[in-house]
């Protein structure tokens, strides 16, 4: 990645006069509610209509305002190309997660394998995966966002590693390393991806926390309380990462590959064995966290064969969000094949907010034959708040070209200069006091998908000195090898949710 001098200077350039539309516009927000439904032998049930289902909320009878059904199965036939889906809802998004915490070093090593096996049988059309780490040290970390440059992901499970260069985002990687890892990939030829890569495995993953846990009732309880503290932060970290996910479209999981915690954490060691009421409060505030987001949390058990029991942990996350759990098998791979095929068919049921802040759904599907199983969004939060936009959020702008209306720019690109150019009025209507500058970001990708610049700046902007009209240019020189590029930025008022998105082509002969 080539870092420039003089970059991103802020011009202001004479242009005529334009006053503002106002425009006031109400919006509806519209609950999307997932709906998965299988047969008795678990297959997915293709083909039912709108008049089959049934959506209550808080308990009654609720209209269905939209409805839709989408297939990737059939998707996944009728093309390999890796085009974005028209309509961002029709994206599957997965965030593959590897609870270091919990789960030793041997056995997230098959984890890793399984995750890769199934990004290579996966759909880029349709399917972007992100990649996160779990640890009692750090916490929830995002090893790169959601995406479907599938060499970049694989790379990111192998390794555990964030990439470096620089963006807060975690969008750009440099031409060459790029290149680099697909000439690993193509090399690998069946070899597990983190023998080739070299794994970066966070060391800090407290195997004795694990022998710990696995004690289960033989602790007494001022030895289990550390135990419970580390479970709570792991609920708050879970809850956190969805509450992220929220502005994110398309269907959303998050599968947290992982041994789980003792079930036993859950009973207080007084008299009746009753359940823990504070480490109960944890998890319904992070499941709260989940139906708020519409977000399915489905557990893998890595730990293989072993009875239903040791995995109730596993079970009552995913259970309370809608998703699934898949144990008692030493195929991970094929745990994360059921999965993705468990999940080919989605039916949406949408209804009109109105005044409500939040409530439960529940929803039933008429002539289904006996045996047959449904799974959907189990309820719904309060209006999200606007603010700052979370960096997934714009990381998701950059990488999937989505038109943006917070502000208008207009990008012009020549072998030798790029130029941004927005409208300073619009600037200073959506400035924050607290933060009066705009963050500028600037990426050319080759047709390889690799990153040949990137450049990111704060740009002050002070709203009494600013011209009342015309526009203003961030200006950036370029050179680059001759070839094929493509061009794009991002304007943000920091602060806000105020965000201006451009793309160009570039030929440099």
């Known amino acids: 990645m080539r870092r420039l001098p003089g970059v991103l200077a802020l011009l202001f350039v004479a242009a005529a006069a334009a006053h503002a539309q106002v425009r006031e516009s109400i919006t509806v927000e519209v609950i999307e509610v997932p709906v998965y439904v299988w047969g008795a032998d678990g297959t997915p049930v293709r083909g039912l209509k709108k008049e089959a289902f049934q959506l209550f909320v808080n308990g009654r009878p609720q209209a269905i305002d939209y409805f839709d059904a989408i297939d990737y199965g059939s998707r996944r036939a009728a093309t390999t190309a890796a085009q974005p889906a028209r309509d961002t809802r029709e994206r ?55 995406m479907n440059d599938y060499v970049v992901v694989r790379r990111a499970i192998a390794t555990l590693q964030p990439n470096e260069g620089g963006d807060p985002l975690g969008v750009a990687v440099a031409s060459k390393r790029r290149k680099n890892w697909a000439e690993i990939e193509a090399k690998a030829q069946g070899i597990p991806l983190a023998l080739s890569f070299g794994t970066g495995r966070d060391a800090s993953s407290d195997d004795e926390a694990v022998e710990k846990v696995r004690g289960g009732l033989a602790n007494q309880e001022t030895s289990r309380q550390p135990l419970k503290d580390d479970v709570q932060r792991q609920f708050v970290g879970l809850g956190a990462a969805a509450a992220r996910l ?58 293989g064969n072993r009875d239903d029991d040791s995995a109730e942990s596993l079970r009552r996350m995913a259970r309370g969000t809608g998703g699934q759990l898949l144990h008692n098998t030493n195929d991970l791979a094929e745990a994360m094949r059921r999965l993705t095929d468990d999940q080919s068919v989605v039916y ?66 020549t072998p030798k200069e790029v130029t941004i150019l927005f409208r300073p009025p619009e600037v200073v209507a959506q400035l924050a006091p607290e933060k009066p500058y705009m963050e500028a970001m600037l990426y050319v990708f080759d047709e390889h998908g690799g990153t040949a610049l990137f450049q990111s700046r704060r740009l002050p902007f002070d709203a009494k000195k600013a011209p009342s009209a015309g526009v203003a240019g961030v200006r950036e020189p370029l050179s680059l090898a001759p070839g094929k590029y493509v061009v794009k930025a991002l304007l943000h008022v920091a602060g806000t949710g105020a965000v201006g998105f451009a793309r160009t082509d570039l030929v440099v002969p």
């Open 348 to 413: 949406l049921l949408g209804f009109k907010r109105g005044e409500r802040q939040e409530g439960d759904i529940d929803v039933k599907v008429t002539g289904l034959p006996r045996g047959s199983q449904i799974s959907f969004r189990p309820g719904y939060g309060k209006p999200q708040a606007r603010g700052e936009l979370d960096p997934l959020q714009l990381a998701d702008i950059v990488i999937n070209d989505i038109p943006q209306n917070g502000l208008s720019i207009k990008l012009e690109a």
């Open 92 to 146: 599957r998004l997965y965030l593959l997660l590897f609870d270091l915490a919990y789960t030793p070093p041997g056995i997230i090593e098959r984890a890793q394998k399984a995750a890769d096996a199934a990004v290579v049988r996966s759909n880029p059309s349709t399917d972007y995966f992100a990649v996160a780490t779990y640890t009692h040290t750090h916490g929830l970390r995002f090893v790169v966002p959601f």
């Open 246 to 303: 929220a502005a994110l479209e398309g269907q959303k999981h998050v599968v947290i590959f992982s041994v789980g915690f003792s079930p036993s954490l859950f009973r207080d060691l007084g008299p009746g064995f009753g359940e823990d009421p504070r480490l109960n409060s944890f998890m319904n505030e992070m499941l709260k966290a989940f139906r708020g987001a519409g977000v399915f949390l489905d557990s893998i058990d890595v730990v």
